[in-house]
C-alpha cells in the first residue's frame, strides 16, 4: 500500500476527539481519521464524487489561467504591486468619467464560481 501526506486543518474539538479515540483504541491519529475517511465514504459515496467539470471552455480557461500564473510569478513583488495599483486606477478612472454602473470588476476563487456565476447571469437570475 502506498502512502501520500497531507496537511489539514481541524477545529480544535475534532482532533482533540480524534486523539481520545486514538488512545482508547491504541491506534494513531492517522489510523483514526483514515478509518474515518473510510467509513464516510463507504457510507455516502454520491457526496464524496468530483463534481463535473462544466463544459465551457475548461480547457482554454486552464490554460489562461496557467500562462496568467506563470507571467505573474515571473514580476517582482514591487512589480506586481504596481500592476494591482494601476488597474485600481484605470478601474476608478471609469467611475470618474461617468461610466458608473457600466464596468464591473469580479474576481473569482475558481473557475467553477465563475461558471456558476455565468451561468447564473445567462438565466438571468
Do not use: C
Not at 21 to 32: I, K, M, N, P
Not at 36 to 53: D, F
Not at 73 to 98: F, H, K, M
Request: glycine letters at 2%; zero cysteines.
Amino acid at each position: 500500500m502506498s502512502f501520500k501526506r497531507i496537511s489539514i486543518t481541524l477545529p480544535k474539538d475534532v482532533l482533540e476527539a480524534a486523539d481520545r479515540r486514538a488512545r482508547a483504541l491504541d491506534r494513531s491519529r492517522s489510523w483514526v481519521i483514515v478509518e474515518a475517511i473510510r467509513s464516510h465514504v463507504a457510507e455516502a459515496p454520491a457526496r464524496v464524487r468530483e463534481p463535473e467539470a462544466p463544459v465551457y471552455a475548461v480547457r482554454e480557461v486552464a490554460e489562461a489561467r496557467r500562462r496568467h500564473l506563470v507571467a505573474d510569478l515571473a514580476l517582482s513583488p514591487a512589480e506586481r504591486l504596481r500592476s494591482a495599483e494601476e488597474l485600481t486606477r484605470l478601474a476608478r478612472s471609469q467611475r470618474r468619467r461617468g461610466n458608473r454602473g457600466r464596468y464591473q470588476i469580479i474576481a473569482f476563487d475558481s473557475y467553477e464560481d465563475f461558471y456558476e456565476w455565468k451561468r447564473a447571469s445567462r438565466a438571468g437570475a
